[in-house]
């Protein structure tokens, strides 16, 4: 059994967020603090990603003013609280094929998550993509979630927000 870790390179990975509502939906980009990915007999087996959640970058908004108060808006306690909590985790705790689990914390928050994932690695290169879906409201941001609040008719957010994750990562 043979171990080989990989360092997330950040400038050359990035996770894509969409967050849809009832009339539409936003979407942004934030980024990767630090990671890294472990491989057992080139077999994805493990890994931890920190996420910087004061990186958000809102990019379907293009009036400065406007994406500033969105910005806030997803910095403040309706959402990531960022400035109490600058990192989210996501740690793999097993993988099956191309099937990952594993652990999110968002806020202090640690929920069971699962997602597919595709890996690759040439020479001493890895590259992986997944797309997550997280439910908002189990990391306690409720904020327009149709759970918690009645008659929010056209103003009602989806609890579930996507993050395509795209990591490039290199052996260590």
Do not use: C
Request: hydrophobic share 40%; aromatic share 8%.
């Amino acid at each position: 059994m043979e171990n080989q870790k990989f360092e997330i390179l950040t400038t050359q990975s990035n996770i894509d967020w969409v967050g849809k509502k009832v009339t539409g939906a936003h979407n942004g980009t934030i980024g990767i603090k630090e990671g890294e990915i472990i491989l057992n007999n080139g077999k994805l087996a493990g890994g931890k990603f920190i996420i910087d959640t004061t990186s958000i970058k809102i990019l379907d908004v293009t009036d400065p003013t406007l994406n500033a108060q969105f910005w806030g808006h997803l910095a403040s306690d309706d959402f990531f609280s960022s400035e109490k909590y600058p990192e989210a985790v996501l740690e793999i705790t097993s993988v099956n094929g191309n099937r990952v689990e594993g652990n999110l914390t968002i806020k202090d928050i640690t929920q069971a998550i699962g997602f597919d994932v595709a890996v690759s690695v040439s020479g001493d290169v890895l590259t992986a993509t997944g797309l997550v879906v997280v439910d908002r409201t189990k990391y306690g941001m409720k904020f327009r979630s149709g759970n918690f609040f009645q008659n929010l008719g056209d103003t009602l957010i989806y609890n579930d927000f996507e993050l395509n994750v795209n990591i490039t990562a290199k052996a260590a």
